[in-house]
Every structure is written in structure tokens, then in C-alpha cells.
């Protein structure tokens, strides 16, 4: 009887463990999605942004430009690109973490002994002994 009641108790721990790392991948899922959208947002304000710059001497002769405009708008288009791509690998390295956590919460049981995808969670074996 005492080791059914420690078995138990164990068991208990461990869903308690279990649902604590839910919640925080819940949370993390969502923190992801709201970052990804400011990302995703930002990422379409840096191609705009791009095109004006790059559009910005259209119609004006080469020889009306000068060396210092030429650079300036070259370091100008580098840093945007920069920045725009380092925006970019943070959204597509979300985005891998926030499906991985997706495939993760379709694979674990809930409350209805179903996994989130409909099907019954893998059978245990059964326990043999006393």
C-alpha cells in the first residue's frame, strides 16, 4: 500500500512537472507569434524603404549626383539590407521553434486522453508484478 501511495505521489510530481513545461511553452509559442508579427511588419518597412532609396535618383543625370550622395546611399541600401536580413533569420528561427513546439503540443495527451491531433496517445505497456 505505501509503495502505491509513493508511486502516486510520484506520478503527481511529475504531472505537475509536466504541465508547468506546458505553460511555458505556451507562453513562449505566443511571445514567438506576437514577435513575429512586429518582425514580419518591420521586414515590409525595410523593402519599402529599400525601393525609395534605390528609386530616389531615378530621372536625375549621373553627373548631377555626387560621390558623397553615391556613398551615403550605398551604406544607406547595405545597412537596410543588413538589418533586413538579420530580421529575417530571427523570424525564420522562430518560426522553426514555434512549429517545433506546435509538433510537441499535437503529440502530448490532454485532458481527454486524446492527443491535440484527435488520436489516443500511444498505449503503455502493460505493468507486470506485484
Do not use: F
Not at 530616389?56 to 549621373?62: C, H, L
Not at 528561427?93 to 485532458?111: C, S, V, Y
Request: a positive charge; aromatic letters at 2%.
Amino acid at each position: 500500500m505505501r509503495a502505491e501511495i509513493e508511486r502516486l505521489e510520484s506520478q503527481e510530481t511529475r504531472r505537475d512537472e509536466l504541465q508547468e513545461t506546458i505553460n511555458t511553452l505556451n507562453e513562449e509559442h505566443a511571445e514567438i507569434r506576437t514577435l513575429n508579427k512586429t518582425l514580419y511588419a518591420e521586414m515590409q518597412a525595410i523593402k519599402t524603404r529599400i525601393a525609395t532609396v534605390e528609386a530616389a535618383e531615378a530621372g536625375v543625370p549621373p553627373c548631377a549626383v555626387s560621390r558623397w550622395v553615391r556613398s551615403t546611399k550605398t551604406t544607406l541600401l547595405a545597412d537596410l539590407q543588413a538589418d533586413g536580413t538579420a530580421r529575417g533569420d530571427t523570424y525564420r528561427a522562430n518560426e522553426t521553434r514555434r512549429k517545433d513546439i506546435e509538433k510537441l503540443d499535437r503529440g502530448a495527451p490532454h485532458r481527454n486522453g486524446r492527443n491535440r491531433g484527435g488520436t489516443a496517445p500511444p498505449e503503455r505497456p502493460a505493468r507486470t508484478g506485484g
